[in-house]
Nanobody, 124 residues
Framework: QSQLVESGGGLVQPGGSLRLSCAAS????????ITWFRQAPGKEREGVSC????????IYADSVKARFTISRDNAKNTVYLRMNSLKPEDTAVYYC?????????????????WGQGTQVTVSS
C-alpha cells in the first residue's frame, strides 16, 4: 500500500532544532513535489514548505523562512525538513503530502498522498 510516514518530531526547548523525515513506501517520490503542512490546535492547517520533484525549487512560508530548510534524497525515497531556532508558535502536528506543484511562485495541490503526522512541541 502506498503511504507516507513522518518521523522526527518531539519536545524541544525554544531555540532548539529538529529534523523531520517523510519516507514513502509503495511508490516513488521521484516524480512528486512534496509539501510540509502543520496544524496547531484551534488553527487551520497551513503550508510550511514545499520542494519540487527534482529538488530544484523550494518555497517557504514567511513564518519559517530562514529557520527551516526542506530537502530531499530521492535515492532514499525521503524528504526532510530541518527546523532551527524553533519557537513556541511552531508547535503543531506536521504532515507531509505528495503531489501538486512547487515551482517558482506556485504552490498548490492536489495532493494524492498524506502522512499520519508527527508532533512537534516547543516549550520550556
Amino acid at each position: 500500500q502506498s503511504q507516507l510516514v513522518e518521523s522526527g518530531g518531539g519536545l524541544v526547548q525554544p531555540g532548539g532544532s529538529l529534523r523531520l523525515s517523510c519516507a514513502a513506501s509503495g511508490f516513488s517520490l521521484r516524480y512528486h513535489s512534496i509539501t510540509w503542512f502543520r496544524q496547531a490546535p484551534g488553527k487551520e492547517r497551513e503550508g510550511v514548505s514545499c520542494i519540487s520533484s527534482s529538488g530544484d525549487s523550494t518555497i517557504y512560508a514567511d513564518s519559517v523562512k530562514a529557520r527551516f530548510t526542506i530537502s530531499r534524497d530521492n535515492a532514499k525515497n525521503t524528504v526532510y525538513l530541518r527546523m532551527n531556532s524553533l519557537k513556541p508558535e511552531d508547535t503543531a502536528v506536521y504532515y507531509c503530502a505528495a503531489g501538486g506543484s512547487c515551482s517558482g511562485r506556485e504552490w498548490y495541490g492536489p495532493y494524492g498522498y498524506w502522512g499520519q503526522g508527527t508532533q512537534v512541541t516547543v516549550s520550556s
